[in-house]
């Protein structure tokens, strides 16, 4: 059993910069693929990025490719989603998750969830 926190999301100015952190408790937290999903007002869940449990892969959703960044501290059982350049677009709740690698962004192999945290991106 794997429980996921996030934190760091607030309100920001567009062309400005976040870090959100996802802490995670449970011994195998470094057996899964971790990733970010977000979803906004009046949207479905969409996926962000991930990284393979020995960080030796990442992916990346188009919308954010080439400014945002994902990252995991096995040692300090936390995932990283390190967001810059941002826009209004990217005001959404964000939601950590762990589980297997998220093909094609698909949800449905991630096994564990966070309850999300929120970014506003002011324009």
């Known amino acids: 059993q794997v429980q996921l926190v996030e934190s760091g999301g607030g309100l920001v100015q567009a062309g400005g910069s976040l870090r959100l952190s996802c802490a995670a408790s449970?011994?195998?937290?470094?057996?899964?693929?971790m990733a970010w999903f977000r979803q906004a007002p009046g949207e479905e869940r969409k996926f962000v990025a991930a990284i393979s449990w020995s960080s030796g892969s990442s992916s990346y959703a188009e919308s954010v490719k080439g400014r945002f960044t994902i990252s995991r501290d096995n040692t300090k059982n936390t995932a990283y989603l390190w967001m810059n350049s941002l826009k209004p677009e990217d005001t959404a709740v964000y939601y950590c998750a762990a589980g297997n690698w998220p093909s094609r962004g698909s949800d449905r192999g991630m096994d564990y969830w966070g309850k999300g945290t929120l970014v506003t991106v002011s324009s």
């Open positions: 449970g011994r195998t937290f470094s057996s899964y693929a």
